[in-house]
């Protein structure tokens, strides 16, 4: 009788996939548009603009960037586009709205580009705990890529899953 100890979850035909490895690299940054608002609610724009003209855009170089304002102020819809025209240049990525709506776009970019051919008509677990903060979105994402190509998903860890879903019939990529 052989008594060595085998480790079944190494031997799985079972792909792990860790949305930590696959977090974006480049350093995050945040344009609060209510800096150029006087008295925290009031955008006039000639002074709007000269101040635009003043700012020091190249600090933003290979920044994601998300644009917002914190004062709740209404603005016109081309305060943050006139903005956007200014760290075209030197920005990465460029959203409207939080730090988190910024890291949700960029995990919907690289979960678009997956090569779903790697996962065809094999059982995925998608690892749920991890050190860094993933959106809950991206998991969303990743699902609705995944789900048409693989045998099943799991969530959480080998040795204590959570099945999502198995597939009934095989479709095509």
């Known amino acids: 009788m052989d008594d060595s100890i085998v480790n ?22 945040i344009v609060d548009l209510a ?24 600090r933003y170089q290979d920044h994601h960037i998300a644009i917002y304002c914190s004062t709740g102020a209404i603005l016109p819809a081309w305060s943050a586009l006139l903005v956007t025209s200014y ?8 959203v409207m709205g939080t730090l988190e709506d910024l890291e949700s776009h960029l995990f919907s970019k690289v979960i678009a580009d997956l090569d779903l051919s790697l996962f065809k008509d094999k059982p995925l677990m998608i690892k749920g705990c991890s050190d860094s903060v993933i959106p809950e979105n991206a998991y969303i994402q990743l699902i609705l890529r995944l789900q048409p ?10 040795c204590s899953s959570v099945p999502l879903w198995k597939a009934k019939n095989k479709r095509e990529i």
Do not use: C, M
């Open 8 to 29: 079944k979850v190494s031997k799985s035909p079972l792909i792990n996939i860790d949305l930590e490895e696959w977090i974006p690299e480049g350093q995050r940054s």
């Open 35 to 58: 800096e150029w608002l006087e008295e925290g609610i009031i955008l006039r724009e000639k002074s709007f603009r000269e101040a635009l003209k003043q700012e020091d855009w190249f």
């Open 87 to 94: 760290l075209e240049p030197f920005a990465k990525e460029i």
């Open 149 to 158: 190509v693989a045998k099943s998903l799991f969530y959480g860890e080998a």
